[in-house]
């Protein structure tokens, strides 16, 4: 009974995750224990080539760059206490431009909160944890398939512009299993990293025109690598304010925001005439899914914007959002994070929030936000 | 000629400081080795002693304070090539930030080695005192502050260093270099030296403030390496599940499954997934259970649906199976009017007493509560699957096949069959 080619399993995010990743290429993954990653460290004791645990988390990410810098894509995961602890290294790898994934599954906080607890409010420390205010790229699955394709992404994306990059998750979606024909998987590629070639003058931090600069391995017989967490000219060299080291910082900020088009991700299910949007990203969008169809079935026309490329935000999302009258926004938080991140601190009326702690927001929730967004205030 | 790894730049350092005589013994080392520079790799910490990063012909990575001894660890994981060398640098503050570090490179034994140059002060921002100062060097200001600086040859060996070594600065430490840097495994020289800018005058009085004197240790122990696995696919090993029948479920159930640790809650919410899906249905499951998963409740929860499943939470579910007094009281609030109780004898006699475990909040009892002594059918770890079993023999959302058909995928399915069997015959 089963179709031709289906091939039906039950499984979690957290697999999906780290095959598609195994795929993309990465070589090691380096691990501190921390709930809910759980399943991630197991997944990866099985396929990645190099598995480790560290000691604690700025551990991890020191060995993640030395591995990055060898070489060997480098893969890590925690949740906000971890991700507190490396934030400083995060600043390291984007500085010296070595890429990795950091895999950061939400839960409830602040600080330890609830370790078995989903969460959405870690999108603005991600916003501002690169000192200076630069984005690195962050990439949010909202179903299993978001977990296959985003997480391939992530490793693209990091090679392709030398960055570190965040794969935000939630506990609800990374040890929730569920039913899945993985016959519909798209077909992962091998990130390849762009590699100097030649023998002619290589600068670690020359781009030649363009916005990343080619790699070499330290250690490589060839050139000379200097890797630098300091500002630094194109050689690698520390400098205070130099004109040139300056520029190669402002570098790093357009390499980012320069190619967002080439890594911007969402699903918009838009509604004819529909003058509502559901804007939502993660763990929510599932729920806003099936709000939207029995709004829909209720004769309610109302359209759906999922991001998946949360950052730096692309500015499709504003194109998109500038057809609707009315934007409700569904976050399992209490500040309003994505609202805050688009909109700013002074909110006009077009501008709904829905949300909650310590449980996913229901359909029904984001249901009744359509009906009162729209009620004159 | 023999290549140093050091360029023709003036050190940045001032006079008298003991770290220009430091980076001069590594490089004479490297040269004395007939080392190719660009077989060295040298990481190098934040303060004075990575100053000398912009004079280094040999690979550099530059980083944070503290964390060059983790850096250099990943790199020596990183590399293919064993006959590279990797050298750490840092002073006495990164040593202390980064101990942790230090002990791990020794406790795992990579080949690389950490000079720590101790002019047991920070240089950079005022003269405070560290955790490699001696209880002799005393800060002008707070003079009766010190305390015992960390004799870290010795924690280094005592974590399996292969070798470590302290030695005072004087004109040539190039003999010590070479030693480190010949031998297999993790290896550590400290450096006393002097700062001029703060505390010592002399180096003549070093001998005398330092805590610790002169050492060379050794273990011998196996180098370190992680191991590299082939790595198998973490999805070909998912057996498909075929639809081999049809349930007649029409829209969305929302199962809790609740009992203790210990008694396969998970298993048999995963079982009924199975089913589920066996019966052509979506299925969706996830766990509840402490942080000390060996004791206390246990709960699965599990949606079927006919169409997709989106959203994955259950408020209050259709149907309950409880099976122990811990997952009756992780779960018993969440019984709703509509929610169908399937609860094991020992929970259900106390039903329709006043107040027992079964009452619902709102006072009204449960609309449909149905005991069995599913302990004794199924034992306390199938327990749950009789309840579960018995329930869908009388409801019929799910084929009976379905759940056998699951349980044969299992390893414990002809267990789980006997347990089904006196189930449904119950």
């Not at chain 1, 551990?59 to 890590?76: C, D, I, K, M």
């Not at chain 2, 930030?97 to 230090?102: A, N, R, V, Y």
């Not at chain 2, 101790?118 to 490699?132: A, E, I, K």
């Not at chain 2, 109780?341 to 006072?363: C, M, N, W, Y």
């Amino acid at each position: 009974m089963t179709a031709d080619g289906e091939r039906m399993v039950f499984l979690d995010g957290s697999r999906l995750i780290i095959e598609a990743m195994a795929r993309a290429g990465v070589g090691a993954y380096i691990g501190y224990p921390i709930t809910p990653v759980n399943w991630l460290f197991a997944g990866a004791k099985q396929r990645i080539p190099i598995a480790l645990e560290a000691p604690d988390e700025i551990t991890a990410l020191q060995w993640s760059a030395g591995f990055s810098s060898s070489g060997v894509f480098p893969v890590t995961a925690s949740a906000f206490p971890g991700f507190a602890l490396m934030i400083e290294s995060i600043n390291m790898s984007f500085m010296m431009e070595l890429p990795m994934v950091i895999i950061l599954a939400q839960r409830l906080g602040p600080s330890t909160g609830s370790a078995t607890t989903g969460g959405q409010g870690d999108l603005l420390l991600l916003r501002g944890c690169i000192s200076g205010g630069y984005s690195i790229p962050v990439f949010c699955p909202s179903n299993l398939n978001d977990c296959w394709d985003m997480a391939a992404a992530s490793v693209h994306t990091s090679v392709n512009l030398r960055t570190p990059v965040v794969l935000l998750t939630s506990k609800e979606m990374v040890m929730t299993n569920q039913n899945m024909n993985i016959s519909s998987l798209r077909e992962v590629q091998r990130a390849e990293r762009h590699v100097f070639e030649g023998n002619g003058e290589y600068k670690t931090y020359g781009v030649n025109g363009n916005l990343a600069p080619p790699f070499l391995p330290l250690g490589n017989d060839l050139h000379q690598v200097r890797l630098n967490s300091s500002t630094h000219d194109m050689e690698g060299i520390t400098q205070k304010n130099s004109p040139e080291a300056l520029g190669n910082t402002e570098r790093l900020k357009n390499k980012i925001e320069q190619r967002i088009d080439d890594y911007t991700f969402y699903d918009h299910d838009r509604a004819e005439d529909a003058d509502t949007v559901i804007l939502t990203y993660g763990i929510s969008a599932e729920a806003a899914r099936e709000a939207v169809g029995s709004l829909r079935s209720g004769g309610d026309s109302v359209s759906l914007l999922v991001m998946k490329t949360l950052l730096p935000v692309p500015p499709r999302i504003y194109e998109l959002l500038d057809a609707y009258e009315h934007i409700v926004v569904v976050e399992e938080n209490i500040s309003g994070l994505l609202r805050e991140l688009l909109f700013g601190n002074r909110q006009d009326g077009r501008v709904f929030g829905v949300n909650k702690i310590g449980n996913m927001i229901t359909p029904q929730e984001i249901a009744e936000g359509v009906r009162q967004c729209r009620k004159p205030s | 000629m023999q290549e140093t790894i050091l360029n023709d730049l003036k050190m940045p350092y001032c006079p008298g400081c003991g770290h220009t005589v430091a980076n001069k013994s590594m490089s004479k080392a490297i040269a004395d080795m007939d080392v190719d520079p660009l077989d060295v790799i040298v990481v190098s910490d934040i303060g004075c002693t990575g100053l000398v990063d912009p004079l280094l012909t040999c690979h550099t990575i530059h980083g944070l304070h503290g964390r060059a001894v983790a850096l250099a660890m990943g790199i020596r994981m990183g590399l293919e090539h064993p006959e590279k060398k990797i050298i750490a640098l840092q002073g006495d503050g990164g040593a202390t930030i980064g101990l942790q570090h230090l002990l791990e490179a020794a406790r795992h034994n990579l080949d690389l080695t950490l000079v720590v140059q101790n002019n047991m002060v920070y240089g950079m921002t005022g003269g405070q005192t560290s955790g490699l100062s001696s209880t002799e060097f005393k800060e002008p200001e707070r003079p009766e502050s010190a305390v015992p600086g960390y004799d870290i040859c010795a924690l280094a060996h005592n974590a399996g260093a292969a070798y470590t070594a302290r030695t005072f600065i004087g004109k040539d430490t190039s003999e010590l270099w070479k030693e480190a840097l010949s031998t297999s495994g993790f290896s550590l020289i400290e450096i006393v030296e002097m700062c001029p800018a703060y505390g010592l005058r002399k180096v003549q009085e070093l001998h005398d403030t330092a805590d610790y004197e002169s050492v060379v240790t050794r273990n011998s122990r196996a180098v370190g390496m992680p191991h590299r696995a082939t790595g198998r696919s973490l999805l070909d090993g998912l057996k498909p599940i075929e639809r081999t029948c049809d349930a007649p479920l029409d829209g969305r159930l929302e199962i809790i499954v609740a009992g203790s640790a210990g008694e396969a809650i998970q298993s048999a919410g995963d079982l009924l997934s199975t089913a589920g899906i066996t019966a052509g249905l979506s299925a969706t499951k996830k766990g509840d259970y402490p942080i000390t998963i060996g004791t206390g409740f246990s709960v699965a929860e599990v949606i079927l649906s006919r169409d997709p499943i989106h959203y994955t939470g259950i408020d209050c579910p259709d149907i309950m199976i409880v099976i122990s007094q811990d997952g009756l009281d992780k779960v018993q609030s969440r019984i709703g009017g509509h929610t169908l109780v399937i609860a094991d004898e020992k929970l259900g006699t106390e039903l329709g007493g006043s107040p027992g475990p079964l009452d619902p909040p709102d006072q009204s009892g449960p609309s449909n509560v149905v005991t069995g002594d599913f302990r004794k059918t199924g034992g306390p770890k199938g327990a749950a699957l009789a309840a579960i079993a018995h329930w869908l023999q009388d409801n019929g959302f799910l084929p009976i096949e379905a759940l056998i058909e699951a349980a044969s995928r299992h390893k414990h399915g002809d267990k789980m069959k006997v347990i089904i069997d006196k189930a449904v015959a119950a």
